[in-house]
């Protein structure tokens, strides 16, 4: 079964500073790879996602994240962090088959951003 | 007006009630998904349906039941809620023919609480 792992809780950082969150994951076959936001009292909002190709893509506000099939790795990255970036960022795993379109989600990673 | 609706956005019940969750879009997708998140768990996936026809259970269905009444309308219910129910429930949607394999569309969730 395919698993992902995020291994930070929580993060803070400094407004203006630059951002990676980490996101591992086991899975078998290449990977469906996504990266959700929540912000407080929302729901989920898809920032990027990953199918093929170009492994390096570009999401929205500003996000970025790289796939590195190596190291089971899609880690979430920003240069600048904005105040209003502070929300909870979710990485899930889609799954193949006879799961098509089911995902796995990771724990969760809370950015908190100082002024 | 959002795509993927709950209704309702907060619900306070006792030990025993039978409760329901409902979720409606309006996006025409055929699948439709049910999660619950609790803090550092992230999301897991309660049942989900590729079409009317088609219920399939979770990682986490006991307790737990649904009705896909027609392609828009997909409900959760717990026959006898219990104070370890009480989570942030997501329901999703999304559409296996637009090529975006697995992206998920969310709604923006209830949250329960049994007490």
């Known amino acids: 079964a395919q698993s992902v792992t995020q291994p930070d809780i929580h993060i803070t950082v400094s407004e203006g500073a630059s951002l990676e969150l980490r996101c591992n994951y086991s899975?078998?076959?290449?990977?469906?790879l996504f990266w959700y936001v929540q912000s407080p009292g929302q729901g989920l909002q898809l920032l990027l996602k990953?199918?093929?190709?170009?492994?390096l893509v570009q999401g929205i506000k500003g996000f970025e994240a790289e796939f590195k099939r190596s190291q089971s790795s899609f880690n979430l990255r920003k240069p600048s962090v904005h105040w209003s970036d502070a929300a909870e960022y979710f990485c899930?795993?889609?799954?193949?088959?006879?799961?098509?379109?089911?995902?796995?989600f990771g724990q969760g990673t809370i950015l908190t951003v100082h002024p | 007006d959002a795509d993927v609706t709950q209704t309702p956005r907060n619900r306070i019940t006792k030990t025993g009630k039978r409760i329901m969750l409902e979720c409606s879009q309006t996006?025409?997708?055929?699948?439709m998904y049910w999660y619950r998140q609790d803090p550092g768990l992230g999301l897991r996936l309660i049942y989900y349906?590729?079409?009317?026809?088609?219920?399939n259970k979770g990682e986490i269905s006991d307790g737990y039941s649904v009705s896909r009444q027609a392609q828009a309308k997909f409900s959760l219910s717990l026959e006898s809620a219990i104070p370890n129910q009480t989570a942030l429930y997501f329901c999703?949607?999304?559409?296996?023919?637009?090529?975006?394999?697995?992206?998920?569309?969310f709604g923006p969730g209830t949250r329960l609480t049994v007490l």
């Open positions: 999703a949607t999304s559409d296996p023919g637009t090529g975006l394999s697995n992206e998920q569309f």
């Open positions: 899975y078998g076959a290449t990977p469906y």
């Open positions: 990953y199918f093929s190709g170009d492994t």
């Open positions: 899930a795993v889609g799954k193949g088959g006879t799961s098509y379109g089911k995902l796995t």
């Open positions: 996006k025409g997708h055929d699948r």
């Open positions: 349906s590729f079409d009317v026809k088609d219920i």
